[in-house]
T-cell receptor, first 115, second 117 residues
Framework: AQKVTQAQTEISVVEKEDVTLDCVYETRDTTYYLFWYKQPPSGELVFLIRRNSFDEQNEISGRYSWNFQKSTSSFNFTITASQVVDSAVYFCALSSTGANSKLTFGKGITLSVRP | GAVVSQHPSRVICKSGTSVKIECRSLDFQATTMFWYRQFPKKSLMLMATSNEGSKATYEQGVEKDKFLINHASLTLSTLTVTSAHPEDSSFYIC?????????????FGPGTRLTVT
């Protein structure tokens, strides 16, 4: 069975601080995908990143960066110089491959960025 | 590209009535669509997987007679909440998988907030 653990439930930071959101996953698959989504108060899920299990390169996109470590089954997400607009719930998710693959979501982390 | 719409975005209905929620892939074909339910401050819970032209596969604990799913075309899936009760009030989100996308990514709709009074 697949499992995604987001141990942090709520994080509060002051604007311009850096913040890291942790994600640990469990799977028996050798090929899988990892995702991060942002859910602002409006409710719509915003796709942030998809990472293939064979690609361990870290990725940076503007103020966002992701650290994928297969050895520790972690896929952490860092926001640099946080802004109030970053306030949202962030979900990490795991998917196997194949036509019947499903997304397994973590419980989500509520990030509050204070001015 | 890869836009998924849901209609309605918000619905209030009386207890005992049925409500239909539509999920459409606007610019791609989707053989598989998924329906999720999200309670306040909780994660997304997969309710069922909907395959075009066949019966939906429901997750354990989800009543198939309560939540009717129809996936009649490659761009449309519907979820009907039958005889709705206040405990059915929730945020319902659909997603769709592009038939031509080998990454298995799901594209999410904006969600439908159902309130049953």
């Amino acid at each position: 069975a697949q499992k995604v653990t987001q141990a942090q439930t709520e994080i509060s930071v002051v604007e311009k601080e850096d913040v890291t959101l942790d994600c640990v996953y469990e799977t028996r698959d050798t090929t899988y995908y990892l995702f991060w989504y942002k859910q602002p108060p409006s409710g719509e899920l915003v796709f942030l990143i998809r990472r293939n299990s064979f690609d361990e390169q870290n990725e940076i996109s503007g103020r966002y960066s992701w650290n994928f470590q297969k050895s520790t089954s972690s896929f952490n997400f860092t926001i640099t110089a946080s802004q109030v607009v970053d306030s949202a719930v962030y979900f990490c998710a795991l998917s196997s491959t194949g036509a019947n693959s499903k997304l397994t979501f973590g419980k989500g982390i509520t990030l509050s960025v204070r001015p | 590209g890869a836009v998924v719409s849901q209609h309605p975005s918000r619905v209030i209905c009386k207890s005992g009535t049925s409500v239909k929620i539509e999920c459409r892939s606007l610019d791609f074909q989707a053989t598989t669509m998924f329906w999720y339910r999200q309670f306040p401050k909780k994660s997304l819970m997969l309710m069922a997987t909907s395959n075009e032209g066949s019966k939906a596969t429901y997750e354990q604990g989800v009543e198939k007679d309560k939540f009717l799913i129809n996936h009649a075309s490659l761009t449309l899936s519907t979820l009907t909440v039958t005889s709705a009760h206040p405990e059915d009030s929730s945020f319902y989100i659909c997603s769709a998988r592009d038939i031509g996308d080998s990454s298995y990514e799901q594209y999410f709709g904006p969600g439908t907030r159902l309130t049953v009074t």
